[in-house]
């Protein structure tokens, strides 16, 4: 879908009620609209955008296509990172465009922005990157599991494999308490790395309020 040069890539989806309504927030509120809305079929409505630093997503109004067949569930991806160059300006960008409000990230390293979306265990995460498309040391895809044991059992066959294989990276479990938008939760966590040039984060989050 486009010129051999160009890199495989993949893009964000963020959904939309309603697409052409969204798309219009994006220019007043400071990103660049790269696609007006088109139709896709009949699975759903679409456009393309960036956020003022230049991450570029899509806005995705769903109709016979929801989006991802598995989500909130053991195994299913949970994590995005946005590298932003500016996120004090995308913090204002995406609330201004979602309606995304910022969390607590006071339990974090490298001093990300976390917006909160409104929807129990659903955040973004954006962390200060420079330069533009170079990846973070820790940059990384989350899977959620279903419960700590689960981490730490698959962090055991891991540091197995390790044993045969130095090429495996480890970042063993740790477990942190935060706020989001109804109340607190802990997120327990733990990082394995194998060849790909970013690591696959184990996730289990308990809401305690």
Known sequence: MGPVEVPTAWTTYLASDDADATTAKVAPAGGSVLAEPFDVMDVGRMSVAADPAG????????????????ANETGAVCWNENMSRDYAANKAFYGDVFGWTEGDNSGESGNPLIMMTGEVMQFVYLLPGDPALACPTLDHFGLQVSSVDEIEAIVAKARAWQEKDDRVTIIDVKARESEGPRGGYVLTSAYIGYLLPMMVELQHLALTS
């Open 55 to 70: 991450a570029v997503f899509e806005i995705w109004q769903a109709r016979r296509h929801n989006g991802m067949g598995l």
